[in-house]
């Protein structure tokens, strides 16, 4: 192709997106059409947008973990706020098949570390929190989290 693809990758998306609309119109434009890159930018759209729920969940539970083992309650109320976003958002977005994709032991380990961490040297920690994660994806993805009863799930 032409290099626009490295280059200017909004002018490529836009170019190969019109090759593609006189493609289906019947044209014969198959030629022009920077075929290898386009297939790797479909598949990265839904690698993208499985990393964008990875990541509100890890913020999601960060900020749970936060609220539940803080020693200082003042920042309570932002934490679970930011919980509640954050969880929302990947419930939003959540598709049926990123499912079975997302590894939700790990996403909370991560998270949990990161919180406690965080505590250790800003707060303290008054609160132990489970290395198992209590949670269950379809509670993590509702749409409108309830943070009082994902909270409760880490006194268990």
């Not at 198959?30 to 993208?48: F, H, K, Q």
């Not at 803080?70 to 109320?77: F, S």
């Not at 991560?110 to 132990?128: N, P, Q, T, W």
């Amino acid at each position: 192709m032409d290099g626009l693809y490295d280059s200017d990758i909004l002018r490529w998306s836009e170019q190969q997106a019109a090759l593609l609309r006189r493609l289906a119109a019947g044209e014969r434009v198959n030629d022009a059409i920077d075929w290898p890159n386009l297939i790797d930018e479909v598949e990265s759209v839904g690698r993208s947008q499985l990393n964008a729920v990875e990541s509100l969940l890890d913020v999601g539970l960060r900020h749970l973990v936060l609220a539940y083992a803080a020693a200082r309650r003042e920042a309570v109320p932002h934490w679970r706020a930011e919980a509640r976003a954050a969880l929302a958002r990947a419930g939003r977005l959540a598709t049926p098949g990123m499912l079975p994709r997302l590894e939700l032991p790990e996403i909370w380990a991560s998270a949990r570390d990161v919180a406690l961490a965080k505590l250790a040297v800003e707060a303290g920690i008054a609160r132990e929190v489970s290395e198992a994660c209590p949670f269950t994806l379809a509670e993590l993805l509702d749409r409108q989290p309830e943070i009082d009863t994902l909270l409760a799930h880490l006194d268990a």
